[in-house]
């Protein structure tokens, strides 16, 4: 086995990514256009190791968007590997114009990592189509991607009509990152990002937020999109977030962690019931040590002292509870199998959970976890018609 030192994943992700005590990326799942990396499109069951450009360099952190991964490298480089429709892998370029009327126009994909032109990158995260970089030292944010809710920061959505006889309007990509302005007098020290919105703790304990603004997700009191930073006034005076502070983004909610082990929550949690307009204290954790958040679509996993706590609307059993354990929880709830134990790190995507557990721990009444065989499907072979169409007869529609 390889010893894991972090794990991450992405709220709109269906993939998930390990980093292993050589510094080495791993990844896993869903692998459609090509955002495992591996040089191929084929969904994998278990991890891969991730070469290429990133052979023999030593990668510090990641994050996963629905259909691209953003990593960064010792020496604050960064690569990417996916799709590059919108630009959310910062590569400066897209192949393709998003108003083409080419037919059968494949979609831009890397499928093994690629270098991106940002440099001195300390921090990253991922929304769907999206994606940000926290520059180490100065404390600037860039951005790149998909902007139609403003989750790029600079003001607009790119809105624009592709002709005046069209009343079809599209969002034009933005494939060069670019430095956040609303940000640049501020020396930001964590970023997270949901599928559509992202937040910035600043270095004077200032949390601001922006994107798509529907449930409340921003903190801001009213359902209305902000395209660029703007700081949640709950968090001023006695309430500044130290700069250590758990910041996370979900699908439709926003997380932050405050001095004295107390969790704010906003937004939508749960798939029924009122929508939190602005940050509220999560009872059921108050007074636990938060070592570690994770979202996914509408899961949420916390690490907590020898806690696992999960919770959210779940359809593949990930929350943890066992098979024969219930598989949503509207409540946070303690993983049982894990109670006791050390969870360092979780991390969560669509349809997934995963925890990491301290090496020291006894872990040997787990089963090991056997990957099924992944088979790719291959196209029937054509059938032969029988006689051809009669002359004036009628052919049959495609459907």
């Known amino acids: 086995g390889i010893k894991v030192k972090s794990i991450f994943g992405g709220s709109a992700a269906?993939?998930?990514?390990?980093?292993?005590?050589?510094?080495r990326l791993w990844s896993w799942g869903n692998n459609a256009k090509g955002q495992l990396g591996v040089g191929h499109t084929t969904n994998l069951a278990q991890p891969c190791l991730v070469k290429g450009a990133l052979e023999g360099k030593k990668v510090t952190g990641g994050a996963a968007g629905k259909a691209h991964t953003v990593v960064i490298l010792s020496d604050g480089s960064s690569f990417s590997f996916g799709t590059n429709k919108y630009g959310q892998l910062g590569l400066g370029s897209v192949k393709y114009s998003i108003t083409s009327k080419k037919k059968n126009q494949a979609e831009e994909l890397h499928t093994e990592p690629v270098k991106n032109t940002v440099m001195n990158c300390s921090q990253v995260s991922c929304g769907s189509e999206?994606?940000?970089?926290?520059?180490?030292?100065?404390?600037?944010?860039?951005?790149?991607?998909?902007?139609e809710y403003g989750q790029l920061g600079h003001g607009t959505d790119n809105q624009y009509n592709a002709s005046e006889s069209s009343l079809k309007m599209y969002f034009q990509p933005q494939p060069q990152p670019k430095y956040i302005a609303a940000l640049a007098s501020k020396k930001v020290v964590a970023i997270a990002s949901g599928n559509n919105h992202s937040l910035a703790l600043d270095s004077d304990g200032h949390l601001h937020s922006w994107g798509f603004g529907g449930y409340g997700r921003l903190g801001h009191k009213v359902q209305k999109d902000e395209f660029k930073p703007r700081q949640i006034e709950m968090f001023e005076n006695r309430l500044t977030l130290p700069l250590d502070s758990k910041i996370a983004c979900g699908n439709m909610t926003s997380f932050a962690t405050i001095k004295g082990g107390q969790l704010y929550i906003w937004g939508k949690p749960?798939?029924?019931?009122?929508?939190?307009?602005?940050?509220?204290?999560?009872?059921?954790?108050?007074?636990?040590?938060?070592?570690?958040?994770?979202?996914?679509?509408?899961?949420?996993?916390?690490?907590?002292?020898?806690?696992?706590?999960?919770?959210?609307?779940?359809?593949?059993?990930?929350?943890?509870?066992?098979?024969?354990?219930?598989?949503?929880?509207?409540?946070?709830?303690?993983?049982?199998?894990?109670?006791?134990?050390?969870?360092?790190?979780?991390?969560?995507?669509?349809?997934?959970v995963a925890f990491?557990?301290?090496?020291?721990?006894?872990?040997?009444?787990?089963?090991?976890?056997?990957a099924p065989e992944v088979v790719t499907p291959q196209p029937e072979p054509a059938k032969k018609r029988k006689g051809g169409a009669k002359a004036g007869g009628k052919g049959k529609k495609k459907k």
């Open 14 to 23: 269906q993939h998930l990514c390990l980093i292993d005590g050589e510094d």
């Open 270 to 352: 749960k798939a029924t019931g009122d929508t939190i307009m602005y940050p509220k204290p999560l009872l059921e954790i108050s007074g636990w040590d938060i070592r570690s958040i994770a979202c996914g679509n509408g899961t949420f996993a916390i690490a907590s002292e020898t806690s696992a706590i999960t919770w959210g609307t779940a359809g593949y059993q990930e929350l943890g509870y066992g098979p024969k354990g219930k598989k949503s929880s509207a409540n946070p709830a303690q993983v049982l199998d894990l109670e006791g134990k050390l969870t360092l790190e979780v991390a969560c995507g669509f349809g997934n």
């Open 130 to 147: 999206f994606t940000l970089w926290l520059v180490g030292g100065t404390g600037g944010v860039l951005s790149a991607g998909h902007p």
């Open 356 to 370: 990491l557990v301290d090496e020291k721990e006894d872990l040997s009444s787990f089963e090991e976890w056997e």
